[in-house]
């Protein structure tokens, strides 16, 4: 690799109960930040 900057977004896992978001920012080789985010939708029922 040759330094590059990017970016991995993936959303809308399966099997995970509610809605899944995984974010990976990678800077010059290295791992700079990654945030994995679940929300789970409100149930209506007892």
């Known amino acids: 690799m040759h ?3 990017f970016d991995i ?3 809308n896992f399966s099997k995970i109960e509610g809605h899944a978001t995984l ?3 990678v800077r010059n080789q ?3 930040d990654v ?3 679940i929300t789970e939708n409100k ?4």
Do not use: A, N, P, Q
């Not at 149930?43 to 007892?46: I, K, W, Y």
């Open 35 to 37: 945030k994995f985010e």
């Open 30 to 32: 290295k791992v700079k």
């Open 9 to 11: 977004s993936i959303e």
């Open 3 to 5: 330094g590059h900057d």
């Open 23 to 25: 974010d990976i920012r």
């Open 43 to 46: 149930r209506f029922f007892e």
